[in-house]
Structure formats: C-alpha cells, structure tokens
C-alpha cells in the first residue's frame, strides 16, 4: 500500500478526536463501568459477532463464482484480511485491495470486475444499515409520517439506481466511450466498465440469495454487540444500541480516517447523549462497540495477514 500526505494526515486527525471523546466520556467513570463487565456474557457476544465472517465468506463466494472459482476457505481468508485492514489502514484499502489479496489465492484476470463486485457488496451493506436504522428511528422517535416519507424517498433512488445499473448496462459504456481517449482516461474507462460487469455479472436467484445473506449478516453482528453490551449490566434500551451500532458503522464506512476513527467514537457518543444517556455510559457502549468492529477485525486481520505470509504490500500483477 502507498501512502501520500493526505493519507498521513487523516491518521493524524484522529488522534485530537480520540483524546477530545475520552475527555468528555469521563475515563474514571468509563474504567470503573468496563472492571464490572461480565466476561462470560461478553465472550458470548464476541461469538455471536464472529458469526459474521463465514456469512460473508459464503456472499463473497456467491458476488464471484461467475468470475473467479474460489474454494470458502479462501473466501473466509480473503474476507478476514479485507476487513482486518479496513480497520488498520486509511481510506478502506482492504476493500481497494480486495481483488489483489484474492489474486494470492486465485489467478484473478480482471481486477475492475473484482471491483464492481466489491462495490455491490458496500452498496448492499449501507443500503441494509440504512434500512435498520431508519426503521429504529421510526419507532424510536414516534414520527412515522415525517420520518416514513423520507425513508421512502430515499429506498425509491436507491432502487432506481440499481435498476438504472442492471438494465441500462450497456448505455453507461457507450457514455463511458465519450470519454477522451488519452491514457488517463482510457485507464478510468476501462476501470468503470469492468466496475459495472462486475456488478452486473450475477443472476436474479444470486442477488435475492446475497441480500438475504447481507440481512442476515447485519443481524448478527447487532445482535453479537448487543449481548455484549449487556455484559455491562445497564439499563440500556436495545434501539439504542441498534442506533448507535448502524451510526458508528455508517460514519465508519467513510475514509475520513481509518474505520472512522475519532469521527464516529464522538458521533456516537453524542447520539446516545442526545437519547438521554450520560457521558460515560455512552463513552462505555462506544468502547464496547469499537471492541468488536475495529479492535476484533483488526487483530484477526493482523493474524491472518501473518499466517499467511503476507506483507501489508500485496504484489502487483
């Protein structure tokens, strides 16, 4: 993985958003709420949690078969290292790597349909956390009218968007063709079109079969940190803890800085503040959290990485 300033400078931000959110979450209150938690309670979470890697190993192995034959075992690698480096690295390289780390384990021919499939993936996650916390949102708040017209809105562009993409296929290359033919360029359209054959490249019955999996695999990993919350022993609302977990995952997603760190330890903190919730029960639940999206992913991405024989700079091809 190359680095720029850029890149270096988002893993600086971080640092003064850390120490501002452990300064408003009273540590001593934090440390004393951590020392009473259940281990046995908080180790059943963690399992339930690990549920989500075979869950996207097997969507993993459904969004590729039609490109390239990997065996699950090797999804399950491909998927822990991907997702180990999400949260290690800035700007989501595990999934810009995703098809150079597949390349380890099969001959990959096409990275840019690696890629579309990559990004099917990230669409259908965002659109299924989405969904979840509009729906807690609904309930929570008792604003049905208001709250329901705008999630409506927003299902009818996403779904307008996927539609436009699966029948309007090859439109979008001829679009793509307009582009002027200079090397930069002809990279970009080669790039965006084998992005789009490989978001295309799956039947009705696979797709149904991938957001049923997706839906499932969300499940799990809320579930996996609510019991895991619950080892706390507070008394905590579960659409609170449904909030904060699609919250933190959606400003997660984006490459501010690696897994969104400082952005979404604060963004989640105020969240469950706003709900009524003190300083340090939210600073608590955001740590808990993070214990299974970021500090979990990343050491089993780590482990991996290192069983593998990898280095954190995969070979060109």
Known sequence: MKY??????????????????????NPIQVIRKLTELNPFVYTLGVLIFLGVYPLSAYRWKILTENL????????????????????????????LARSKIANEYEKINNHG???????????????????????TLLFY???????????IITALLVITGLIFLFIFEERLKHVLELL???????????????????FNNLDSKQFVLIVIITAFRWFLDMLGFYVASMSLGLPVEQSAIV???CFMTLISSLPITPAGAGFAEISGSALLVSMGYSNSTAGT?????????????????????????????????
């Open 4 to 25: 720029d300033l850029g890149s270096l400078m988002k893993v600086g931000i971080s640092i003064p958003l850390l120490i501002i959110f452990l300064y408003f979450s």
């Open 68 to 95: 390239v034959k990997f065996s699950f075992t090797d999804c399950l690698k491909i998927i822990s290292i991907s997702y180990g480096l999400n949260k290690i690295l800035p700007l989501n390289s595990g999934d």
């Open 113 to 135: 349909e690696i890629l579309g499939t990559v990004g099917l993936e990230r669409l259908l996650d965002v659109i299924v956390v989405n969904i979840i916390f509009v729906s």
């Open 141 to 151: 708040f008792n604003r049905l009218y208001y709250k329901l017209s705008w999630s």
């Open 180 to 198: 002027p033919n200079k090397f930069y360029f002809n990279k970009v359209k080669k790039l965006l079109k084998d992005s789009i054959n490989g």
């Open 243 to 245: 909030l904060l977990a």
């Open 285 to 317: 639940l955001v740590i808990i959290n993070r214990s299974l999206g970021l500090m979990l992913m990343g050491t089993i991405g780590i482990i991996t990485i290192n069983y593998e024989g990898f280095s954190y700079t995969f070979r060109e091809n």
